[in-house]
């Protein structure tokens, strides 16, 4: 090659423009392909969520703007009227305050209970599987399971726990008929039927923080209730505010164990928001009226999980 031809500029070819514009498009090509797979793989979900979530929200909103007729029929148009019914109706508030008292009856109990009893059992000593099973074990049955047994034990002549009172010289109780008792006999139910769940979480958050941070503790001189205190519940926090935001969820739902003991009864006294929608719509024939009560509900709850992310999520330390 002479001098001229190394001075020329250099100019690519048509060869040289394709080997740099073949890996741009294998590249494109494979991203492409890689999207279209992860769209392939994600259209099952997305088509369930769409039949049995999206559907059914829009058709509640559908259906909470008009009145219908016993056969679930849209008979007219009504706008917000439902919504107004809800907020103008004594019912509606009695309702909210029976859900918020269930609510604190349930959600802390449950909470501390598994919480001592996954602390005395996490330790490794001999027999604690054993244990770690029993208070496991009522996570594997239904809430119409848990009702019927509760239901037993709650009966006013035969039942075990009127039978117990009755060793220590007191009066038996009505436990379902008696407004003073019935909500707080739902919420023991609950607090038990919902202790298996909450128990096996916690009990994993706790066998998920390292050993060496007991012993560092005890070289330390921290005792076990320092030591619990002070660094394994800051450590527990994430899994602490897990269960308390699908606690409060699930009491702000929970109806199977209502309908089968109380039926929102006596007087009203355990007539949850979910139970009073149910009538409404199942027993009354009011789907729009429900819809609405539905929608109103969601909202609720939406707000107190949006809440509680916003105020007690900064006090949860994540490792």
């Known amino acids: 090659m002479n001098t001229m031809d190394r001075d020329l500029p250099f100019t690519p070819t048509t060869k040289t423009t394709a080997k740099v514009k073949q890996p741009l498009r294998t590249a494109i090509n494979r991203n492409w ?12 979900s997305l088509l369930l969520f769409a039949v049995f979530l999206f559907y059914p929200l829009i058709q509640t909103f559908y259906l909470s703007l008009h009145e219908t ?68 074990l009522p996570v594997v049955l239904s809430v119409g399971t ?5 239901m037993m034990l709650f009966h006013p002549s035969v039942g075990m726990l009127n039978y117990l009172l ?8 009505a436990w379902l008929t008696d407004p003073r008792w ?4 739902v919420s023991m139910m609950t607090v038990w039927m919902n202790l298996g769940f909450t128990y096996i979480v916690l009990l994993s958050g706790l066998q998920g923080i390292s050993d060496d941070i007991y012993d560092s503790a005890k070289i330390d001189g921290s005792g076990p209730i320092r030591t619990f205190v002070q660094i394994v519940l800051p450590l527990l926090s994430p899994t602490v505010f897990f269960v308390t935001i699908v606690s409060i969820i699930g009491a ?13 009864g006596p007087v009203n006294s355990t007539d949850v928001l979910v ?8 027993i009354n024939f009011r789907f729009g009226t429900g819809s609405a009560q539905a929608l109103v509900l969601f909202t609720i709850i939406l707000i107190f999980t949006f809440v509680q992310f916003k105020v007690f999520e900064r006090n949860v330390h994540y490792q």
């Not at 449950?110 to 059992?121: C, K, Q, R």
Request: a neutral charge; zero cysteines; charged letters at 10%.
């Open 33 to 44: 392909t890689e999207t279209l797979l992860g769209y392939v793989f994600l259209f099952p």
């Open 69 to 136: 007729d016993p056969r679930g029929r849209i008979a007219s148009f009504v706008g917000f009227d439902n919504f107004t019914a809800i907020f103008t109706s004594e019912r509606f508030y009695q309702s909210l305050g029976v859900t918020g008292l269930f609510t604190l009856l349930t959600v802390p109990t449950v909470i501390i209970i598994a919480l001592i009893l996954a602390a005395f059992t996490h330790n490794h000593l001999k027999g604690m599987r054993i244990f770690q099973f029993i208070f496991s």
């Open 146 to 150: 848990s009702a019927v047994i509760w």
């Open 166 to 173: 009755s060793l220590v010289g007191l009066e038996p109780v």
């Open 182 to 185: 019935a909500l707080l006999s």
């Open 252 to 264: 702000f739902q929970s109806f199977g164990q209502i309908h089968i003991l109380t039926r929102g």
């Open 275 to 282: 139970y009073s929608l149910y009538q409404d719509a199942f």
